[in-house]
């Protein structure tokens, strides 16, 4: 099961097979999930519940997939929208995305590919809820404390895995000894500020960066990570 606890989905379709088939299925996941049967009930629950993502059927009874949408969009917290349709048509898509979805699955669909989109978007607008950053070629994965460059993984002590996280997270600033040990270290470290360093250069290695141009040294003021 993955790690998702705290994350809400709402799943609206008139089909009730189809709700249960992927309500078992997300909750199996770990997620949070309540279900609407129809277009009105959905905007209401959207209300109360906060979704982070919406599973949205185009063709519902009374207002359809696509009101429901652009009322949903409207409530003013941040949530993405999926759309469902048994259409495979550019005019459906292209209505959907211009009412504020933020994708589109044509039925039938495999439920590996609705977890997929699911995480794409949680990814792209709910990074911190999967612990995960992307930030240029780096994927800081803080609940399993790896970090992914350029899609390989780096081998990281965790002391090392801290720092590089510290420094990409804090990416175009010039990151002084001093500030690097009390975020990394801590208050209390006690040793030689060159142990800076001495793991500078070890991530330098492992980048492969010998020409120090992802890691800059500003001679006297610390260091800075430069993405593109």
Not at 42 to 67: C, K, N, R, S, W
Not at 148 to 155: F, G, S
Request: hydrophobic residues 45%; contains cysteine; glycine residues 8%.
């Amino acid at each position: 099961m993955n790690t998702v606890k705290g994350i809400r989905i709402m799943l609206a379709d008139d089909e009730p097979h189809i709700l249960e088939f992927l309500e078992i299925g997300l909750v199996n996941e770990g997620y949070e999930v309540k279900t609407a049967p129809d277009g009105m009930s959905a905007v209401t629950l959207a209300y109360d519940f906060q979704p982070h993502v919406v599973i949205l059927d185009v063709m519902m009874p009374g207002i359809d997939g696509f009101e429901a949408c652009r009322m949903i969009k409207k409530i003013g917290f941040t949530v993405a929208i999926i759309m469902l349709t048994a259409k495979d048509e550019i005019d459906d898509r292209v209505k959907g995305l211009t009412l504020g979805a933020d994708d589109y699955m044509v039925k039938p669909f495999s439920f590996d590919e609705l977890l997929a989109r699911i995480q794409a978007r949680l990814r792209n607008q709910f990074p911190s809820l999967l612990g995960e950053v992307i930030l240029g070629p780096f994927q800081v994965d803080d609940r399993r404390k790896e970090i992914i460059y350029e899609q390989r993984v780096l081998e990281l002590s965790p002391t090392e895995y801290e720092l590089l996280k510290f420094m990409v997270i804090n990416h175009g600033i010039v990151l002084s000894k001093a500030k690097i040990l009390d975020a990394v270290w801590s208050y209390d470290f006690g040793g030689e500020d060159n142990i800076v360093e001495v793991y500078i250069r070890s991530l330098r290695e492992k980048l492969k960066d010998k020409e120090h141009r992802l890691i800059r040294t500003f001679r006297g003021s610390g260091y800075r990570i430069d993405l593109p």
